[in-house]
């Protein structure tokens, strides 16, 4: 299984950013995957995932109505989108799975059996 993310950088608050994860070895069909994150000095945390079923788990309320998840079968690729950036939201961005068809609840602590490398969101003035 690869996981590879992309599409990080820097943003003023309030900006936009779409990240995109490219999956290998397993199938959107059948598998979930998820997106944590982490800030200098902070622990993992948990940010969205997209079941097989194409349900959506939000794993912290900060980004509810900011952040969507999507995801394309077609091109085996997860979306992270992310709108009216803050501060608070810069991390390191990572995207996992469990290799299960649902969400898992573990990855709201950002643990997970696969990740791939991250992206750096950073959002500042």
């Known amino acids: 299984v690869q996981l590879q993310a992309s599409g990080g950088g820097l943003v003023q608050p309030g900006g936009s950013l779409r990240l995109s994860c490219a999956v290998s070895g397993l199938s959107l069909d059948y598998y979930a995957i998820g997106w944590f994150r982490q800030a200098p000095g902070k622990q993992r945390e948990g940010v969205l995932c997209v079941s097989s079923a194409d349900l959506s788990t939000y794993y912290t309320d900060s980004v509810k109505g900011r952040f969507t998840i999507s995801r394309d079968k077609l091109m085996n690729t997860v979306y992270l989108q992310m709108n009216s950036l803050r501060p608070e939201d810069t991390a390191v961005y990572y995207c996992?799975?469990?290799?299960?068809?649902?969400?898992?609840?573990?990855?709201?602590?950002?643990?997970?059996?696969?990740w791939g490398q991250g992206t750096q969101v950073t959002v500042s003035s």
């Open positions: 996992a799975t469990d290799k299960t068809p649902m969400c898992p609840l573990r990855l709201r602590l950002g643990k997970s059996d696969y």
